[in-house]
């Protein structure tokens, strides 16, 4: 520990960044709001079997990213390393379960003990949503059409693109698997020791492995396709026309398989390659099995989360701020602080300096790209007057204290 740092992987948003992050949250919300998604909160932490019973016991998160502690009541409790599980748990135990289709969003931060690097944080944002109660493939096309004009709402359209896949039904999973074990088994010993345990445990996970030598091996494995049985041929079939009817453009990629293990059918992720290694920014797939594998009624589910650093890190331009009106006292500051009060109770956005000379308060007012700026000058004040002085004209006159919301544009 290391006394005044910030942990690790954390980090603070000030207000720049914040405003980055509210941006991407906001555009995302009220765009799904017209999708008929409201937003649900769950608790930043859970019982820790929440997690380690849904996301598989093989996959990064369980196995080696997450915060778990034993709290003061000795229960096992864990922070939220991503939404979906939370969902579901509040889904099972809310009764929830008479309320489908149920079309929930959610923003917040999730923690998993990573090693931090540029797109990689230990505590980092996501929204997303969720779908739960739809079975056939018109809820993956919304999800992902969704998700689409989301990223389009932020302006990066251009930026992104649309990787799917289909991890198929139980059949053809199954049959996928005894393919690649077949394939992948004689060569076990050129594998990593980490792909080495997923194929004991989930070889569908050794495809998702970033180690190079894994990754010539995977490239020559046999793939889901082949392994698909015609139902879920069908739905990846209707999936994929749904989207090109939309006009959007997708690559099918077979290598394709989501990290957490309750998967199903349709796996998608945006990707982008313009933050180097940590190029997925939104990713989700369809993960029927999960609400009855927790116990709850067998519930087909769709979602996708984002990650909100990422995509914050790709916007360009936010939009504007509004203009302040910036407020110059040159003597005394109470009839500025009462000009103030009366000018925000109007609703202007007003800046007010508290020290400084004229020239470091015109400056100010500059760099809050101030319209105008109020100047309140003892003999002014005397004639109940101010001056206003119009900065992008560069003009200046007196006018009457009580004129001051007229002359900014608002009575
Ligand atoms: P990766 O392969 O990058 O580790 P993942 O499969 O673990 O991603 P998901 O669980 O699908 O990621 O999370 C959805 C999104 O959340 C990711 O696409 C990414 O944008 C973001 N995300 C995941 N982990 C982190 C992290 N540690 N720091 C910042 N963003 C993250
Ligand atoms: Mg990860």
Known sequence: MSGLQPVRGTHDLLPEDSRRHRFVEETAFSIAKRYGYG???????????????????????????????????????????????????????????????????????????????????????????????????????EVISMAWRILQGLGLGDKVQLEINSLGDAESRAAY?????????????????????????????????????????????????????????????????????????????????????????????FTTTALGAQGTVLAGGRYDGLIGQMGGPATPGIGWAAGVERLAMLIEDLPALDRPVSLIPMGDSVPAVVLADRLRAAGFTVDLGFSGNMKKRMARANKANARFAVILGEDELARNAVSLRDLDAGTQEEIPLAEVERRLGRE
């Not at 194929?199 to 793939?223: C, F, I, T, Y």
């Open 177 to 269: 698997r005894s393919a690649l074990i077949a394939y992948l088994e004689p060569m076990r010993m050129t594998l990593s020791e980490e792909s080495q345990a997923r194929l004991d445990k989930n070889p569908l996970r050794v495809l998702d492995s970033k180690d190079e030598e894994d990754k010539r091996v995977v490239a020559q494995a046999p793939v889901m396709s082949d392994c698909m049985t015609p139902a879920a041929k069908e739905f990846f079939d209707q999936v994929t026309s749904g989207l090109t009817a939309l006009g959007i453009a997708f690559v099918i990629n077979p290598k394709l398989v989501r990290g957490l293990d309750y998967y199903c059918h349709t796996a998608f992720e």
């Open 39 to 141: 937003e649900i909160v769950t608790p930043i932490f859970e019982f820790t079997e929440v997690f380690s019973r849904t996301l598989g016991e093989t996959s990064d998160v369980v196995t080696k990213e997450m915060y778990t502690f034993a709290d003061r009541s000795g229960d096992s409790i864990t922070l939220r390393p991503e939404g979906t599980a939370g969902v579901a748990r509040a889904f099972i135990s809310g009764g929830l379960t008479q309320s489908l289709p149920l079309k929930v969003m959610y923003r917040g931060p999730m923690f998993r003990h990573e090693r931090p690097q540029k797109g990689r944080l230990r505590q980092f944002h996501q929204v997303g949503c969720e779908l739960l109660g739809v079975e056939g493939p018109q809820a993956d096309i």
